[in-house]
């Protein structure tokens, strides 16, 4: 148990960051209390590795040239004061070099008002799809438990209590004001005090979500019972911890402890540059949020960081050795950095957001079948054994994932497939070849590779499985499920 609460704490020490702020500094403080119900907004997250060792590079495969992904976004929301009802439509592009962009429209209809009832319905569509991708989480009980879950704790009395303490209490730093744009910058020090803080301050929050981690990790080496959710590598076993779990005084002095003992193994390790964090925020007419510019600045030595948390954790050079990975101390020096840039507007005023008319015609339901529901998030077919390679029946896949027959031919060995899934228009794959040709929505052809080559038996056309990756599918131990709605949240 020791371990466990030892791997929790220490990864919401090194990853948790909130910015507290005092109410002295009077239009810019209440700006940042202002809760924002409703909006448009525009925001780019862009994450980048901007400085690594030639050794690290190689040693991961990582490419020549940027490391760097852009995600832009563009849309609007609203959302009722109590927080459980909320609609919203954003558009969502990814960006990475050498790559083709990715573009997601996704949806959010939700009104958890009446219990009985509950709504939680997630859409999707790609420029180059012909339905929507639904997932309609009312329809499984052990979603919406899920979802209950987090609304709980997200508006509860603690949070509130949490936010205000840390308001009046945390660090007052005023910002400063130039050419109408309020700046501040905080230290690594700043950051790591600021996080012990909210920890220790966020006990009632925190030591029960620890708690269910815990009791999550013994449930699974014990066999206890599990419910299927979906996770960021697809669908997987996840325990469920019971809400009512017991926080005794010795869990509380446990937690405090080793709050303590990660500050202290985290405080002797660089982790940010000068600039740890940064904020540039401009207000509107009306005092509120018109735009905000955050940066997280990383400036680390990844070995220092693997031995002082495997140190924390009381881990043996048999569990973790970074040479394995190519990591010394002296190619192991790291900068990296991510920014947020939010612009807002219309700030709490009316704003529309319509949520599309969904029908069976124009929708694809991605709960279908699915075992947690009430009524797939992944998709199954059977497969054969071939020479002990496991095949994929091509045109049933196909079939599954929307793909008529009517758009599907054989002609001579070649089997050529008119679609439209997540960018990808036509593919043409030959018997007994590898190489898949593969046309996009701006009528570019690439050629893929399969691990074998494509086989006939009992005149069905097979594939190996890595041919779904090439339909935005990847495969779990469940089934094939749509990596790209994983991406845009319908997961």
Request: net charge negative.
């Amino acid at each position: 148990m020791k371990k466990v609460t030892s791997a929790a704490v220490s990864a919401a020490m090194i990853l948790g960051c909130t910015s507290a702020f005092a109410a002295e500094y009077d239009d810019y403080y209440a700006a940042m209390r202002e809760t924002v119900y409703s909006a448009e907004l525009e925001m780019t997250m862009s994450m980048s590795l901007d400085e690594i060792s030639d050794e690290l590079r190689a040693a991961w495969g990582l490419p020549d040239g940027d490391l760097k992904m852009d995600y832009l976004y563009s849309g609007a929301y609203s959302m009722s004061e109590d927080g459980k009802a909320m609609k919203m439509d954003l558009d969502m592009t990814m960006k990475i070099p050498g790559m083709e962009d990715v573009s997601v429209q996704t949806y959010l209809d939700m009104d958890l008002t009446d219990e009985t009832a509950p709504k939680y319905i997630q859409i999707m569509k790609t420029p180059d799809e012909d339905k929507y991708m639904v997932m309609d989480c009312s329809k499984s009980s052990e979603m919406m438990a899920e979802i209950d879950s987090v609304m709980g704790i997200a508006y509860s009395e603690d949070i509130q209590k949490l936010a205000e303490t840390l308001n009046s209490e945390s660090m007052q730093k005023e910002p400063e004001f130039n050419n109408g744009v309020y700046s501040l910058v905080y230290t690594e020090q700043e950051i790591k005090d600021a996080v012990k803080e909210l920890m220790l301050k966020g006990e009632d929050i925190y030591l029960p979500m620890l708690s269910s981690v815990i009791s999550s990790a013994e449930a699974s080496s014990e066999g206890t019972d599990i419910s299927a959710i979906g996770g960021a590598d697809g669908p997987a076993d996840i325990y469920i911890a019971p809400a009512d779990t017991e926080i005794t005084d010795e869990d509380r002095e446990q937690y405090r402890t080793e709050i303590e003992k990660w500050y202290e193994i985290l405080n002797g390790v660089k982790l940010f540059a000068d600039d740890a964090v940064t904020m540039d925020t401009e207000l509107d007419e009306n005092g509120s949020i018109k735009s905000m510019d955050m940066g997280i600045n990383i400036d680390t030595n990844l070995y220092e960081l693997i031995s002082a948390v495997s140190g924390g954790l009381e881990l043996t050079d048999e569990d973790i050795d970074p040479g394995e990975a190519g990591i010394t101390k002296e190619n192991s020096d790291i900068k990296a950095s991510m920014s947020l840039n939010c612009g807002f507007s219309n700030v709490n005023g009316d704003v529309d957001v319509v949520i599309p008319e969904i029908t069976e015609e124009n929708s694809i339901d991605m709960l279908a079948g699915y075992a947690g529901s009430d009524s797939a998030l992944v998709v199954n077919v059977e497969t054969v054994d071939n020479n002990g390679t496991e095949l994929l029946p091509l045109r049933s896949f196909c079939n599954e994932i929307g793909i008529s027959n009517d758009d599907i031919s054989y002609d001579n060995g070649v089997v050529t497939v008119r679609c439209s899934v997540n960018g990808v228009t036509e593919f043409i794959i030959t018997i007994n070849e590898t190489a898949v040709t593969v046309t996009d929505a701006q009528g570019n052809a690439r050629t893929e590779e399969l691990d074998s080559p494509a086989v006939i038996i009992n005149d069905r056309t097979y594939v190996t499985y890595d041919f779904a990756s090439i339909l935005g599918y990847l495969w779990s131990e469940d089934g094939f499920y749509n990596a790209v709605a994983e991406a845009a949240g319908i997961s």
